[in-house]
């Protein structure tokens, strides 16, 4: 119930804010990452927070990415604009009130975080979600060392057995947070659970150079367990 409530206090006071652009001071080198559209906006209840990264540097990788960024946040609003849209049609036809509807609201937003970075490579997150009758989160990384124009990958950071280290971590992790009476929320591999990493496995790296793979939710464990994040040992 408390979902994004700071958010929306915000928003309530500064219902529209024009989109802005700003460097973000700690990186240099090779590149910034620049706030290419930042805003905040109200229509019928739903509440939009939106700040969209683009990576200025040279090179086909930077182009991909903050085109792959743009086209994903857009398709996400427009999601989330339809939807809610449709719920108060869908409200209002079966019996529902202008008053009802006034006490509902929904908060979409739009965030990233640089995870790390170095003078030639960046790996940061973008962040989307949404709350109303219900909560969801996405989050996709990039990875990129931009001196050599190219996406970072899991066996150049962990070496040729890349996949066995990045299972093993795995399966520890899930055996550390299975309870002593075999309860855990973790899905069995007989059940959709996790079996093996691949080369479209998310993850991150940290600043102390840990790659932490990234599991989206309901993805190999109940939705209680939220997004998994495991690092690499």
């Known amino acids: 119930a408390a979902c994004f409530a700071v958010l929306v206090g915000t928003l309530n006071l500064s219902p529209t804010v024009a989109a802005t652009a700003a460097d973000v001071p700690v990186l240099g080198g090779l590149f910034q990452v620049l706030t290419v559209r930042n805003y905040t906006t109200e229509q019928d209840q739903a509440y939009y927070q939106v700040k969209v990264p683009e990576v200025d540097a040279d090179g086909q990788a930077a182009q991909r990415v903050n085109a792959e960024i743009q086209k994903r946040v857009d398709a996400y609003i427009a999601e989330y604009q339809a939807m809610w849209k449709e719920y108060r049609e869908a409200f209002l036809s079966t019996g529902g009130t202008e008053e009802e509807w006034a006490k509902r609201s929904m908060d979409v937003v ?8 170095t003078d030639t490579t960046l790996s940061f997150m973008l962040d989307l979600s949404q709350c109303s009758f219900s909560a969801a989160e996405e989050r996709h990384y990039y990875n990129l060392n931009l001196a050599e124009d190219r996406d970072i990958t899991l066996e150049e950071l962990l070496g040729e057995d ?6 093993t971590s795995v399966q520890n992790y899930i055996a550390d947070h299975t ?7 973790f899905f069995p591999p007989e059940e959709g659970g996790f079996t093996t990493v691949d080369t479209s496995t998310s993850f ?9 793979l990234s599991f989206p939710r309901y993805s190999i464990a109940a939705g209680a367990a939220g997004i998994v994040e495991i690092p690499v040992e």
């Open 179 to 185: 309870e002593s009476d075999g309860f855990s929320y």
């Open 110 to 117: 739009v965030d990233y975080q640089i995870m790390s970075q």
């Open 204 to 212: 991150y790296i940290r600043e102390d150079g840990t790659v932490v």
């Open 162 to 167: 890349w996949v066995s280290r990045c299972n």
